[in-house]
C-alpha cells in the first residue's frame, strides 16, 4: 500500500503526463503536492520500488510511468 505522498505523486505525474504531456519538475511537484523536496524525493523512491515509476535516484524527473 502507497503512502499518502505517494499516491498524490503518481496521480500529479498521471495528470500532467495524460492531460499536459510533460512528465512534472521537481519544482512542479512540490507546487501541486505542497510536500518538500525530501518527502517528494522518498516518495518517488517508494513509487520507483513499487514498479509504479522507472527513476533512477539522482537523475532529472524524465520519469516513465509503468
Not at 18 to 44: C, D, F, N, W
Request: hydrophobic fraction near 35%; aromatic fraction near 6%; charged fraction near 20%.
Amino acid at each position: 500500500m502507497l503512502s499518502d505522498t505517494a499516491r498524490k505523486l503518481l496521480m500529479i505525474m498521471r495528470h500532467c503526463s495524460l492531460h499536459h504531456g510533460y512528465v512534472p519538475t521537481l519544482e512542479v511537484l512540490e507546487t501541486k503536492s505542497g510536500q518538500t523536496p525530501e518527502k517528494i524525493r522518498a516518495g518517488l523512491q517508494e513509487l520507483t520500488e513499487n514498479n509504479y515509476i522507472l527513476w533512477e535516484f539522482g537523475k532529472p524527473l524524465g520519469v516513465q510511468l509503468s
